[in-house]
C-alpha cells in the first residue's frame, strides 16, 4: 500500500468520536510515525462527546465536550483540518477534494462521516424554527431561537433516546416541551410497554408532556412565516413555538455513493468484517456510516471497536475482525435510569421473563431467563438500574447467573440485589464497556502496582466513558488488593487505626476539645508528625478557637505553629490576607514601608496577594503589629485552609464583566477565611466567560452568567492539574453561596488527609450526581450539618495575628533562643541581589560581603 | 547525681517550665546552637538535647519540628523535608549514615543544664 521508504499517506473524513478514535488508537500502538495523517472534519470545532451533547445545555461548554486531548495533533503530526467539509472522492486518483479545493493524496482512506439525522418530509419541515439535534452548532441555534420572547413550547418529534433528550434540553431553556412519537409508547426499540409505562410516568413528572400513536400531518407557520403549531391526524394540534426532529438517523453515505461504492440498501458503506470496503481494498467505513450485513450501528462503543479493527490492520496486524456489538445501552434520561441489554424481548426461543414492577416508586425491572437453565439472557431495567453491569456480563455469558434468579430481578433497596462477587469474573468479562477494558486488563494493572481508582482510570482508561462501571472496578480492584495481601489500611499511622474521615466523625460525635482526649479514647502511643497534625486540623475545623490554645499548640507544623511558612533557611514569610485581590492604596504603601523596615524580600503571588520573605521568628510579632495596625489580617498562608480568592474586576471596570466579581470574591474569601480543611484551598471568581481569573483551575471557581453564577469544583493547578468539573449553572447569590458551603463542609468531612478537592473528588468516582444529590437534594440527608459546620466557623473565626498580638504569653514564644529572646540566628546571611535581599546559597558564603 | 558529669555544666540554660512538653525549643550556648525537647511521662519530665542545625538543609531549625514516637523511641521531624532524628541518640531514623550530635541534660532544682 505503499512506496518503500515513504509514509504512508492516511485519510480520514470526519473527525467525529469514532474518527479520532481511530488516530488514539493509532497513537496507543505507537505506529503513528509510519503515517501521514491528514484529518477532515466539517464542523469548526474538532471531535467532541456528542454522548454527552445535552450537557451543554447543563452549562457545559464545547471545551468541556472535547475529547482531543490538548496538543494531540501536535505531539503527534497530525494535520488537523477543521471546518472545511470533503466534497469529492476519486478513486482512481485516490485524491479527495474539499469544500476550500483542496486536494489530498492517500495511500489508504477511512470513512467516518457517521449519519445525519433524519427528517420526515412532511410539509413545513422546512420552516424557521425547525432544528435537528446532532451537532454543537445544532444546539447553540436550538438555544438562540428558544430565547425569543414569542416562543414558549417546544415539540420534539421522535420519542426515542435522542428526543428525550431533546426534550430535557427545551425543559433546560425553560419552554414547555411535547414529544411526539408515532409509536404506541416511548423508546419503542428499546423498551417494552411496560418498561416505557414507568419511564414516561418519570419523566411526564418532570413536566414533559407525552403524546404517543401520535402522526404529524403538517407543521404551520404563523404570520411570521416561522413554525407555530403541529397538525396532528386525528388528535388537537399543538402550539409550538420550535421544532426538533429527532426522527432517526441516516448514515452519511453520499461520498461513498459519489465515487461508485457500493452501499447498503438501507445506506451505508458496506464493508467486510475488516471493515475494509468490499470494492476498493484502500478504502475503510467505520462508526455509523459502515454497513455491515447489511446493518449500520447508530452507537458509540461499536464504532470505537470498528476504530480498533482498522487501526489494528493499518498497524500490520492480520485476523483483527469486528464481531458484532454489545447494544447493550443504560443511560439517565432526565434522572431516571434506563437499561436496556441482551435479549431485552425475550425473541430467543424457550426464555421466560421475570418482572418486578413498582408503580409507587417508578422501578420497573424485567429479566430475560432461559426456560430450562434460568441463565439471564437479557433485560430492561427502569428507575432503578442497579446491578446492571453484572446483569449484563450474566447475559453474555460471561458471568453464571446465580441459583436465585428472582433474587436479582428486585432493586436492592427491596432486598433484592445483584450480589456477585468481583472474583467471579472472568479476565475475559468486559468491565468498561466504553472502553473495552476487561476484568483481566484491570487484574494486571493492579498486579502492576496500580492500587488505587486514580491509578486503574489513568493507566487503562476504565471508567473514562460514562463512569457506569466504577462501582465494579472498586470492588474489583479492593478484591485484588485483599488477595495479593496488599493491606487496603486506612489507618493514619501506627497511633491510629482510623483514617482521617473516621477520626473526624469520632471527634465531633465525642465532642473532643484536645489532643489529650482524642489520644486516649482513641489512640495508642504518643503520636507523630502524620496523626498530630490531623487532629489539630480537625479539632480547628470543628471550631475550638485559637489553634495554639492548650496542647494543640505542639500538634501543629511549624508553618501553623509560626503563623508563618518556613523557607529553606530558616526564616519566614509573612502573607497578609488581600481579599480578592483589592487593596488600597494606604496598605500598599503600610505593606512598602514594613517591608522597608524590616528588610524583606516583597513579591506578588500568583493568589493576587503580597509575600514578605526573609522574616526571623522573633521579628514576626513585630511585624504583624505593624500590618494589623494598617488594617490588615492573616492571610493563613501557613496552614490547610482556605488561600485566596483570585478575581478580575468584573463588570465594575470591565466592558466584558456580567457581574460584580471583586465583589463575590471578597464575600467568598471573608466567608471562607481561617477554615481548616485536609488540605488548601484556592478559590477564584470570573466576571464573564472570559474567565480571567481562571476560576477552572481552582478548588471551588465562579464563573457570572447573564443570570447569576455558575459554580465549578475540584479543579487544580500545579504538578496534576484538573480542569474543574462544572456542578450548577444561572445560581443566585444565596444560592451559591449555600452550595459551596455544603461542598467545602462535605469536603472537609470526607477527605483523606493532605488530599485537595480534585482527588477526593476523583476518589468518589467523580460522581457529579452524587455531588449535586448532597448539595441540592439533600440526598444523604446530612444538609443541615453541612451548613451547621460552615455557621461554627464563621461564629468561632479570629484572625490568629490580633489573637496571638493580645496575649503576652503567645507572643513570647516568638523566640529564636528561649535563652536569648533578642538574638537572631547567627547563620542567616542575606546577600542583595536586584534590590532586595536574599538567602545567601552555599556556593556564596565566604566569597560575598554579607549584608546582615 | 556525680560529680564527673557537673563539673563541666555550663550552669542552667533555661528554667524548666520555659519548655512546652512535646514542642522542641532552641537555646544558644556560646556559638552554639542547641535544640531542647521536653517529655513528659509517668517518670516526670525528661529532657533531650541535639544540635539544632538540620544535616540535609543547613538550617537551624529542628527544635521547630514536630516530635512523635515509633514504638518506644522520640524523635524529632525536620520542619523543612520531615526526616526523623532520634532524640535520645542523634541518629537519622531515615537514613542510617547521618547523625546529629546529641548533649547531655541534667535537670537541677528544676532548671535545665546542658554539657555542649
Redesign the interface.
Known sequence: MQTPGLRTRLVVVGHGMVGHRLLTELAEREVLDRFDVTVFGEEPRQAYDRVALSSFFDGATADDLSVVVPGFAETHGVRVVSGDAVVAIDRSAKTVTAASGEVALYDHLVLATGSSPFVPPMPGHGLPGCFVYRTIDDLEAIRDWSARDDVRTGVVIGGGLLGLEAANALRLLGLEPHVVEMAPRLMPVQLDDGASTALRNHIESLGVIVHTDARTSEIAAGPTGSVQRLVLDGADPIDAGIVVFSAGIRPRDELARGCGLAVGERGGVVVDDTMTALDDPNVSAIGEVAAIEGRCYGLVAPGYDMAAVVAARLAGATGERFVGADLSTKLKLLGVDVASFGDAFGETPRSQSIVWSDAREGVHRKLVVDVETGAVRGGMLVGDADGYQTLRLMASGDVPTPEDVRGLVAPASDGGGVAIGPDSLPDVAPVCSCENVTAGSLREAVSEGSHSIGELKSCTAAGTGCGGCLPLVTSLLNCELEKAGVEVSTALC??FEHSRVELFGLIRFHRHGSWAEVLAAHGT??????C??VVASILASLGNGYVLEG?R???????D??LAN?Q???TYSVVPRVPGGEITPAQLIALGQIATDFELYTKITGGQRIDLFGAR?EQLPAIWERVVDAGMESGHAYGKSLRTVKSCVGETWCRYGVQDSTSMAIALELRYRGLRSPHKIKMAVSGCARECAEAQSKDVGVIATEKGWNLYVAGNGGARPRHATLLATDLDDDELIRAIDRFLAYYIRTADRLQRTAGWFEELGADVPHLRGVIFDDSLGIADELDADIATHLDTYQCEWTATLEDPDRVARFV?????PD?A???IVMVSERGQLRPIR?EERGTLVSIR | MSAAQTIHDTGAVCRLDQLSPERGAAVLIGERQVALFRIDDAHGPTVYALDHRDPFTGANVLARGIVGTTGDRWYVASPLHKQRFDLATGECLDDETIRVDVHTVNIVDAHVHVDA
Not at chain 1, 525 to 530: A, M, V
Not at chain 1, 816 to 820: P, Q
Open positions: 501506627e497511633h502511643g504518643r503520636g507523630c508528625e502524620i498530630k497534625p496542647d499548640a505542639a500538634l501543629q507544623d511549624t508553618n505553629h509560626a518556613m529553606r533557611d530558616g521568628l529564636s533562643f528561649v535563652n536569648a538574638a540566628d547567627p547563620e552555599d
